[in-house]
């Protein structure tokens, strides 16, 4: 099953590729090297906004890493063609916009970890970091990046 089909299986769809704002790459390739650049946790027009606390609900934290995944997926479909050119994912590192108090910044990160699991199967596990923040862009809960290894064009 490719993971365009696990996606719809699981009943997501990608929004429209984000664009930069700023001056840089959304995704670079490198020598069968993916990355892609800092995605927020932006539904449509809407941002899913920190910072988190220890009385953050578990669903606002499910909907932030999952809008993360969405728009970094989207990102890299749109640059290669399809998702069917990922290797294998690498890396996820997440910054989390967390109050001083917070202490499970992985935690926020487990939504991601799954989804990417659900989507390449195996070829989803990857290496993580979890990083606390004391604000994000549009004060978003969560921004991720990804490190994967591609098929070379």
């Given at each position: 099953m490719t993971p365009e089909a696990r996606l719809a299986a699981l009943g997501l769809t990608l929004p429209e590729p984000p664009r930069p704002h700023g001056d840089y790459q959304p995704v670079t390739v490198h020598g069968g090297i993916a990355l892609v650049s800092g995605q927020l946790s932006r539904e449509g027009d809407g941002v899913v906004r920190g910072p988190v606390g220890p009385a953050t609900a578990p669903e606002t934290l499910a909907r932030a890493g999952r809008a993360c995944t969405l728009r970094a997926l989207s990102t890299l479909r749109h640059e290669l063609g399809g998702l069917h050119a990922v290797e294998r994912v690498l890396h996820l590192r997440g910054f989390?916009?967390?109050e001083p108090a917070f202490e499970e910044h992985s935690r926020v990160l487990d939504t991601v970890s799954?989804?990417?699991?659900d989507v390449f199967?195996?070829?989803g596990r990857h290496a993580r970091t979890a990083v606390g923040?004391?604000?994000l862009p549009s004060r978003g809960?969560?921004?991720i990046e990804l490190?994967?290894?591609v098929a070379r064009r």
């Open positions: 989390v916009n967390a799954r989804l990417l699991h199967g195996e070829r923040v004391s604000s809960l969560l921004e490190t994967l290894a």
